[in-house]
């Protein structure tokens, strides 16, 4: 069974704030790993390339992603700090949040190489949401001050769900989570999608309009989604229901990919 799992990668890279001890970490939370291999799949994390320093060559950064999504089945972009606003032409608002440099410019040529070229399965948590939004020609609001009307960075633990969501009936998100229109989730965000890149459509709104996810109009697995289903996997149907859809849709594309 093992050596039939689609392999999905995860983007990782390191921190933007030194530890205790003053180094700076490289790291994921193992919640996302552990929720894909649950689901059936082969988690593998993808490194950025190291950033540009003297006396050594500038890295090969689409070299570097064209190699990873050629290595993989799916990819599973997970949450983190704000992207920077340079990358929607914009200058940083007075709420903008920590960013990371280590992860922009990598995480936002994944996103767009694995959609146009590579054609593969991938999920967007929360900031990877909002990647894939940045990445294809969207914007997304620097801070939901003044935008929200209900509290999108819960005061609640990470395992348990807050606000409540309208699924758009008929969309795929729909259909992977079971054909549920009403959800509970959990939220721990202050930014969210503004304009939804071409191609896609909003398929999930909290009750104050704010936009929560987003899919390709196009018979594909590409969704991304503003709150942590891998925090809630283990006690919450629906969350599993999101990683076996990316697992699905992984295991077909890998399937295709041999055919092809």
């Known amino acids: 069974m093992s050596n039939k799992r689609p392999v999905i990668g995860i983007a990782y890279s390191d921190s933007s704030v030194r530890d205790n001890e003053m180094r700076i970490r490289t790291y994921v939370s193992r919640k996302y790993f552990h929720a894909v291999q649950l689901a059936?799949?082969?988690?593998?994390?993808?490194?950025?390339?190291?950033?540009?320093?003297?006396?050594?060559?500038?890295?090969?950064?689409?070299?570097?992603?064209?190699?990873?999504?050629?290595?993989?089945?799916?990819?599973?972009?997970?949450?983190?700090?704000?992207?920077?606003?340079?990358?929607?032409?914009?200058?940083?608002?007075?709420?903008?949040?920590?960013?990371?440099?280590?992860?922009?410019?990598?995480?936002?040529?994944?996103?767009?190489?694995?959609?146009?070229?590579?054609?593969?399965?991938?999920?967007?948590?929360?900031?990877?949401?909002?990647?894939i939004a940045i990445a294809l020609g969207g914007k997304v609001h620097q801070d939901l001050g003044g935008i929200a009307r209900v509290q999108h960075s819960q005061k609640a633990p990470r395992w348990a769900v807050s606000h409540q969501l309208k699924i758009e009936s008929g969309s795929k998100l729909a259909s992977v989570l079971k054909d549920t229109n009403e959800v509970f989730t959990n939220s721990f965000h202050h930014q969210a999608i503004k304009e939804i890149p071409q191609g896609f459509i909003c398929c999930a709104r909290a009750g104050d309009g704010v936009i929560e996810a987003v899919e390709c109009e196009i018979d594909r697995f590409y969704i991304g989604v503003q709150w942590h289903p891998e925090e809630t996997f283990s006690g919450d149907q629906l969350s599993r229901n999101l990683f076996n859809g990316l697992i699905e849709a992984a295991t077909r594309h890998a399937i295709s990919a041999r055919f092809n």
């Open 40 to 131: 059936g799949g082969l988690p593998i994390l993808l490194p950025a390339p190291a950033l540009p320093q003297a006396g050594f060559e500038k890295p090969d950064l689409a070299g570097f992603v064209d190699r990873y999504l050629g290595m993989i089945d799916g990819l599973l972009l997970p949450g983190g700090e704000d992207v920077h606003p340079r990358y929607q032409n914009e200058d940083p608002a007075v709420a903008l949040d920590l960013v990371n440099p280590f992860r922009d410019e990598f995480e936002l040529k994944l996103a767009k190489v694995a959609y146009e070229q590579h054609k593969m399965p991938v999920l967007g948590i929360c900031r990877g949401c909002q990647v």
